[in-house]
Antibody
Framework: VQLLESGGGLVRPGGSLRVSCEAS????????MSWVRQAPGKGLEWISE????????YYADSAKGRFSVSRDNSNNTLYLEMKNLRVEDTAVYLC??????????????WGQGTLVTVSS | QSVVTQPPSASGTPGQTVTISCSGT????????VYWYQQFPGMVPKLLIY???QRPSGVPDRFSASKSGTSASLAISGLRSDDEADYYC????????????FGGGTKLTVL
């Protein structure tokens, strides 16, 4: 059971970036998936969750209107599209497996994360 | 500032029992399950407690948790030096179309 993030990097304020998370070792479409971020030296901040089938999506206030979560169950991949990035979005973005239903903070599998740096 | 509040730090000596509190509201802890995570420096979080008081396989029974009303707590008994880590509580919040809220985290120091 594994989650592998990719796509992080350096981006200018106002720019866009898409990060990905490839899942393996479990029935990907069965589980809700979330993105959680952690700024350097700071705590965990939940960003977004998507249901197993992809029909239900939830966002933190900090992500609403700028971030978009999606998934491709045929390729076992989770995405987070980020637009209008701000310096304060700088963080390690972690992909995590949720419960079989949405509506729970149950994250039992975590990827290693991908670093997104927003700087001019 | 998180809507779920934890003390920023806690400490104890080896063998002691330490308790970490987590205070929320009726829309999160008061109406949903609480989860606890352990994170060592440079590592990703690990699920420590699920559904208020359940331990995943492999988590020692030195770790226990409870919930009452809009508050929850994590207790670590027989404290060991390798329990030194950051601990986070989390819950779903039914307000604002639904979202997960994490506590700010508690850094546990074993003296």
């Amino acid at each position: 059971v594994q989650l592998l993030e990719s796509g992080g990097g350096l981006v200018r304020p106002g720019g866009s970036l898409r990060v990905s998370c490839e899942a393996s070792g479990f029935s990907f479409s069965t589980y809700a998936m979330s993105w959680v971020r952690q700024a350097p030296g700071k705590g965990l901040e939940w960003i977004s969750e998507i249901s197993g089938g992809g029909s239900r999506k939830y966002y933190a206030d900090s992500a609403k209107g700028r971030f978009s979560v999606s998934r491709d169950n045929s390729n076992n991949t989770l995405y987070l599209e980020m637009k209008n990035l701000r310096v304060e979005d700088t963080a390690v973005y972690l992909c995590t497996r949720g419960d079989i239903i949405t509506g729970a903070a149950a994250f039992d599998i975590w990827g290693q994360g991908t670093l997104v740096t927003v700087s001019s | 500032q998180s809507v779920v509040t934890q003390p920023p730090s806690a400490s104890g000596t080896p063998g002691q029992t330490v308790t970490i509190s987590c205070s929320g509201t009726s829309s999160n802890i008061g109406s949903n399950f609480v989860y606890w995570y352990q994170q060592f420096p440079g590592m990703v979080p690990k699920l420590l407690i699920y559904r208020n008081d359940q331990r995943p396989s492999g988590v020692p029974d030195r770790f226990s948790a409870s919930k009452s009303g809009t508050s929850a707590s994590l207790a670590i008994s027989g404290l060991r030096s390798d329990d030194e880590a950051d601990y986070y509580c989390a819950a779903w919040d039914d307000s604002l179309s639904g979202q997960v809220v994490f506590g700010g985290g508690t850094k546990l120091t074993v003296l």
